[in-house]
């Protein structure tokens, strides 16, 4: 482990995500301290700064990048700036969590790994489930054989968002359910399976106006087993996820947003009661997801390893995307890239 005792992080842009959710719970973090801040804005970023107590205020993306002494950048930009700024962090010698999808396209995430190698610097993903007590304690319960061979995984992540300006409405930017929510599902289901799958079919329906998939539905097939989907952008809230074998089912009730002040809960059913007589309950406390992802990169960048979600595993989830679409289009059963 390197001598230094944490990461001294920098974040782009003042996005909701980061300063509502990421940054304090990076603050929170044994090994992550977020260091400064910026904004094309000067005074949102000194007004962010002041409110998070983050030492330094930028008014632009390329000073905080000149900074010596920030470590990391965590990169929270809208979809569709994620490649250009990470790129540009990664030549300035910063290693580099950015939010997903981490590229629009398969090809355009390539580029990052050119980046990543003649850089020298750790790029990933900020796919904060995997991190997530829940999550770890499912791949074990996989892994044991407590349901039988893994067969079947169904799951569902919605919410219903109708405003233009939100930049998940907007199709040209990278908007649109299956890059927002559906991407969960797709690393649930490449996570639970711990492989890739072999073919994928979809169907999409797009808002008439703003263009972007406001209902996607999916199968995946890994091997003889299969994974089936549905996200939206126009539907009652709701996520949840169940994984199926010969031997019992495991029910995830808040697999994605896990709450950072409640407990949530691990359903384990052996089937042999229909009103749940045979479901076993496992619960864990509230934890930070994204304390916990802050500090896993964190010491992924102390230990020089490889982090958690490293840019191969975006780029194969990135593929099943494209081949989704390709699949709407065609009609026909696709292959992942």
Same mark, same amino acid.
């Given at each position: 482990?390197?001598?230094?005792?944490?990461?001294?992080?920098?974040?782009?842009?003042?996005?909701?995500?980061?300063?509502?959710?990421?940054?304090?719970?990076?603050?929170?973090?044994?090994?992550?301290?977020?260091?400064?801040?910026?904004?094309?804005?000067?005074?949102?970023?000194?007004?962010?700064?002041?409110?998070?107590?983050?030492?330094?205020?930028?008014?632009?993306?390329?000073?905080?990048?000149?900074?010596?002494?920030?470590?990391?950048?965590?990169?929270?930009?809208?979809?569709?700036?994620?490649?250009?700024?990470?790129?540009?962090?990664?030549?300035?010698?910063?290693?580099?969590?950015?939010?997903?999808?981490?590229?629009?396209?398969?090809?355009?995430?390539?580029?990052?790994?050119?980046?990543?190698?003649?850089?020298?610097?750790?790029?990933?993903?900020?796919?904060?489930?995997?991190?997530?007590?829940?999550?770890?304690?499912?791949?074990?319960?996989?892994?044991?054989?407590?349901?039988?061979?893994?067969?079947?995984?169904?799951?569902?992540?919605?919410?219903?968002?109708?405003?233009?300006?939100?930049?998940?409405?907007?199709?040209?930017?990278?908007?649109?359910?299956?890059?927002?929510?559906?991407?969960?599902?797709?690393?649930?289901?490449?996570?639970?399976?711990?492989?890739?799958?072999?073919?994928?079919?979809?169907?999409?329906?797009?808002?008439?106006?703003?263009?972007?998939?406001?209902?996607?539905?999916?199968?995946?097939?890994?091997?003889?087993?299969? *994974?089936?989907?549905?996200? /939206?952008?126009? !539907?009652?809230?709701?996520? $949840?996820?169940?994984? @199926? %074998? =010969?031997?019992?089912?495991?029910?995830?009730?808040?697999?994605?947003? *896990?709450?950072?002040?409640? /407990?949530?809960? !691990?359903?384990?059913?052996? $089937?042999?009661?229909? @009103? %749940? =007589?045979?479901?076993?309950?496992?619960?864990?406390?509230?934890?930070?997801?994204?304390?916990?992802?802050?500090?896993?990169?964190?010491?992924?960048?102390?230990?020089?390893?490889?982090? =958690?979600?490293?840019?191969?595993?975006?780029?194969?989830?990135?593929?099943?995307?494209?081949?989704?679409?390709?699949?709407?289009?065609?009609?026909?059963?696709?292959?992942?890239?």
């Amino acid at each position: 482990m390197s001598t230094q005792s944490k990461v001294r992080w920098g974040v782009l842009s003042t996005a909701a995500i980061g300063t509502k959710k990421v940054i304090p719970a990076m603050q929170r973090g044994e090994l992550s301290t977020v260091t400064a801040i910026c904004s094309r804005d000067l005074a949102k970023a000194q007004e962010a700064a002041q409110s998070l107590n983050i030492p330094k205020a930028y008014g632009s993306y390329e000073e905080l990048l000149a900074d010596p002494d920030i470590d990391a950048i965590y990169n929270p930009l809208p979809n569709h700036l994620h490649v250009p700024w990470t790129i540009k962090a990664a030549e300035a010698g910063k290693h580099v969590l950015c939010e997903k999808p981490i590229a629009l396209t398969v090809a355009e995430a390539r580029t990052l790994l050119e980046a990543r190698d003649r850089t020298g610097v750790q790029i990933g993903e900020a796919l904060v489930i995997v991190h997530h007590p829940q999550w770890v304690r499912l791949r074990e319960l996989l892994a044991e054989g407590r349901i039988g061979e893994l067969r079947s995984i169904m799951g569902l992540f919605s919410y219903f968002k109708l405003d233009p300006t939100n930049i998940r409405n907007q199709a040209d930017i990278g908007g649109g359910g299956l890059m927002d929510i559906g991407y969960y599902l797709i690393e649930a289901a490449r996570l639970a399976f711990g492989a890739e799958p072999d073919r994928v079919i979809g169907t999409v329906d797009r808002d008439p106006t703003m263009h972007i998939d406001r209902l996607t539905s999916a199968m995946m097939q890994f091997g003889s087993a299969q *994974a089936v989907f549905t996200c /939206s952008t126009q !539907l009652v809230p709701y996520q $949840g996820l169940q994984f @199926f %074998g =010969a031997k019992g089912r495991i029910q995830l009730d808040i697999p994605f947003n *896990a709450p950072p002040d409640r /407990s949530v809960r !691990l359903l384990i059913d052996d $089937g042999s009661d229909p @009103f %749940g =007589a045979g479901v076993t309950t496992e619960t864990f406390p509230a934890v930070d997801q994204y304390t916990l992802q802050g500090d896993a990169f964190s010491r992924a960048i102390l230990d020089n390893t490889a982090p =958690a979600t490293p840019l191969e595993d975006a780029i194969a989830t990135m593929s099943v995307i494209e081949a989704i679409f390709r699949s709407a289009e065609t009609g026909q059963w696709e292959t992942p890239a």
